[in-house]
Structure formats: C-alpha cells, structure tokens
C-alpha cells in the first residue's frame, strides 16, 4: 500500500529533504502550502500520518494537533526543535503519538514513519481493542497469536493466524478465495492458491489435535468457511 504523508512544516528546505528521502520509497509527500488553513488542507489532501512542526506561523503546532486529533484518529508525528521535557508532554497531551526533536537523521524519522503507520494500519491494527475471538470453545488469542481449545494451546503462523481471524470473524460464513487470498496478502510476499492452499492444510493439520478438522470446510470453486456445529460436515 501506498502511504500519503502531509508534512506540516514551515521550513521549505526541511520539507524538501524530507519529501526528497521519503518518495523513493515510494510515499506520497504532501507539505503544507498555505499555514492559515492547515486544517483546510488537510482534509483536502486526506493523508495516511502527519508530521508536524510546532513553531508555525499564525497557528502552533500544539493546537493543529489538537483539533485533528478531535476530528480523527491518524497518527501524527511532531517534530520540533523543542527539546525540553515540557515540550513533549504536551504533545503527547495534545494528541501526538511521537514526539523528534530537531535536528534529526532521516533514516529515523522513516523508522519512526514506518512504525506508526504499521501500528495503525497494520496486521493488528483493527483488532487493538479485542483480545480474542471465540467461536464454541476454540478462542482465537490475538495478541499471543494462539489459539486454545479447552485449556490447550498451540501457537499459529502469522499467515495461520490471519486466516483463522477471517474464517472465525466470518464463522458459519462462506469466505471466497480471493478474500482469503487479500487476507494473507502484504507487500514483501506473492501469494497465490497454493499459498493459500498451503495454510489451509497446515490450519486443518492442527486444528485435527483437537478433533476440529471438519469445522474448516472447503466449499470447491468458492472458499472456504469454519462452521460452528458440533455435527460438520466432513
């Protein structure tokens, strides 16, 4: 995926090196343009992470983080020359999720970048409010990425995982292919049917330690589905 960052930054030759290190990797890097409405822009431009400077004309930094933060929950990243401790508590109070003080190497303010944005749209992204999942007794334990069958556990592969989070979210659900197929999905590794094949096999293999192989039913030419019946179909 495609990221958009909108770079709230006054600095002109801060907000070029910035775009120019980012956009090889292949973001989308929006700087502000007109600092009497930032806000304006921003819903315009629709970005995926903000970085932000405090030290703005007309409006501060604190204050734009905070009336974002009460319209919506994207991550954003201040960067200031402000060092002090003070400084930083406030961003945080404001809304910020991290905090870099000037001056700064690139290289961090990517893995800082990166890691905000694999926290908030990432693989556990939309679960972070719910630790399991639990369909009859077998419980999905989400952080752990395990999942327990009458006090039993076995650990599950990250690829196990998402597609037992699909099929128990959607239980008694027909999941089609390709579903299944985008759920597995992420930008370093090719996935096709026999990848999906592969996991469905080794989900089945151990959900067979427990007598619940016939739950993860295949429907051919369709998908497949995990049925919460004590009497699946085998």
């Known amino acids: 995926m495609a990221y958009t960052v909108y770079v709230i930054e006054d600095e002109r030759t ?82 910020a999720d991290d905090y870099m003080v000037k001056p700064f190497h690139l290289e961090v303010l990517h893995a800082k970048i990166k890691a905000l944005l694999r926290r908030s749209y990432g693989d556990f992204a939309e679960l972070a409010q719910a630790q399991q999942i639990q369909v009859g007794e077998l419980v999905l334990a989400i952080p752990q990425m395990e999942m327990v069958y009458r006090g039993d556990t076995q650990s599950l592969t990250k690829n196990e995982w998402k597609l037992l989070h699909l099929l128990l979210e959607n239980a008694d659900k027909v999941v089609a292919r390709d579903t299944c197929l985008e759920a597995l999905w992420d930008d370093q590794t090719f996935v096709d049917d026999n990848t999906l094949s592969v996991n469905v096999t080794r989900l089945r293999k151990k959900l067979q330690k427990w007598g619940l192989q016939d739950r993860l039913q295949t429907k051919r030419g369709i998908g497949y589905s995990y049925t919460s019946s004590e009497k699946a179909d085998a």
């Open 14 to 95: 801060i907000g070029e090196s910035i775009k120019n290190f980012l956009e090889p990797y292949g973001y989308t890097i929006v700087l502000a343009k007109d600092f009497t409405r930032i806000i304006a822009e921003w819903e315009e431009v629709q970005p995926d992470l903000i970085v932000l400077d405090i030290n703005l004309p007309y409006q501060n930094g604190f204050y734009l983080c905070q009336k974002i933060r009460e319209k919506s929950r994207i991550p954003i990243l201040i960067l200031s020359a402000r060092a002090g401790q003070m400084e930083q508590v406030l961003g945080m109070e404001h809304g």
